[in-house]
């Protein structure tokens, strides 16, 4: 049984944010623009990916 995937990139630069937002999208695994992290897709991980969505692209 495999857990569900999510795959987001940055797409918008975190300068100039909130802090809790660029707190937020390392939490993320996310660290440069257009880098990509596949995540287990998971109420807490959903959370923090509303959260910063106008940085993010979600790919699935």
């Not at 959260?51 to 692209?57: A, C, E, G, I, P």
């Given at each position: ?32 623009l257009n ?10 991980v959903r ?14």
């Open positions: 049984m495999s857990e569900k995937k999510i795959k987001v990139r940055l797409v918008k630069s975190v300068i100039g944010t909130q802090r809790s937002h660029r707190d937020t999208v390392r939490g993320l695994g996310l660290r440069r880098s990509t992290a596949e995540l287990v897709d998971t109420p807490a959370g923090m990916i509303n959260k910063v969505s106008y940085l993010l692209k979600v790919e699935g």
